[in-house]
């Protein structure tokens, strides 16, 4: 299977791209950014970790980076897509933090870490002016990228997470249309899988309660206990956990050597990451890496 890296598409000083084509069936294939589809044109299926989804205009999904998926089509037919792909440090938590928007960015943040039944059966649909609207941010985005214009750079950035947001109200208002209960627990849990979204998105970072804290708008002692109502863990526990996966997924991906993946998942001490992945794992690093 092939992983897609990075530096295929994006440069490290500006982690974009975004493409619109049209295609038939496409092998399974992984890659190292988040990809989100908007599907123009067509209709197929998207198969996803083994599963097959029916796919048609004016659906959107996310992909996460470490995630495999494949196109199929019928026949002749075929599929027209806007690909839009970035990494997650193209959003800085400056910019969220500024635009306090944290609470705002669930397509991003909640959706693409529900089980795979939930993200794709319940994917979003747009039609009328959604749709439109959604098509004319993307194209535009489209043509700031060809032209590279003054200013392009920030203003893609700003497009993005327009984008985003505009997605994530399509997606609150599909499902209160699904539920109505607007309890208090439901906010809580939101909240706790809005941490662990940004904790997935943001795991190579150094990442502090404090400042979770100031992004999510809740007390230090908040945070944990909602993490852990949620999850049963700490929030420091959990972000090991999400990273110890993203370290097995580098060890067996890539020949990175293991002081190397330790600082790509966000671990300055070598040796520190190697007891927590023991510990974790039940054995070190390298002996992951040569029985698996």
């Not at 984008?163 to 309890?183: E, G, I, N, V």
């Amino acid at each position: 299977m092939q992983v897609i890296g990075s530096q295929r598409y994006m440069k490290d000083e500006f982690p974009f791209w975004i493409t619109r084509m049209t295609h038939g069936s496409v092998d399974e294939h992984g890659h190292e950014f988040v990809e989100l589809v908007f599907v123009v044109r067509g209709k197929g299926f998207h198969i996803f970790q083994g599963a097959e989804f029916a796919i048609r205009a004016g659906d959107v999904f996310i992909i996460n980076p470490g995630e495999t998926h494949a196109y199929t089509v019928e026949g002749d037919g075929s599929l027209e897509i806007i690909n839009c792909l970035f990494m997650p440090s193209f959003i800085p938590d400056a910019l969220l933090s500024d635009l306090e928007i944290t609470g705002s960015m669930d397509y991003y943040y909640v959706h693409p870490f529900l089980g795979q039944e939930a993200r794709f059966n319940h994917h979003l649909n747009l039609h009328g002016q959604d749709a439109a609207s959604v098509l004319s941010l993307l194209e535009r985005m489209i043509g700031e990228i060809s032209a590279r214009g003054i200013g392009y750079a920030p203003l893609i950035r700003l497009q993005l997470v327009e984008l985003l947001l505009l997605l994530s109200r399509c997606y609150a208002m599909t499902r209160h249309a699904r539920s109505q209960d607007a309890s208090r627990q439901l906010d809580r849990v939101l909240t706790a899988r809005r941490i662990y979204g940004y904790l997935e998105r943001n795991y190579d970072k150094k990442i502090t309660l404090q400042s979770l804290s100031a992004l999510f708008n809740v007390s230090t002692r908040h945070l944990n206990r909602l993490v852990g109502e949620e999850y049963g863990k700490s929030v420091f526990d959990l972000l090991h956990v999400i990273r110890i996966e993203h370290a097995k997924r580098l060890l067996l991906e890539s020949d990175e050597k293991v002081i190397a993946v330790a600082t790509m998942v966000g671990y300055d001490d070598p040796s520190f990451f190697s007891r927590l992945f023991a510990r974790h794992a039940g054995c070190s690093p390298r002996e992951y890496r040569a029985g698996s």
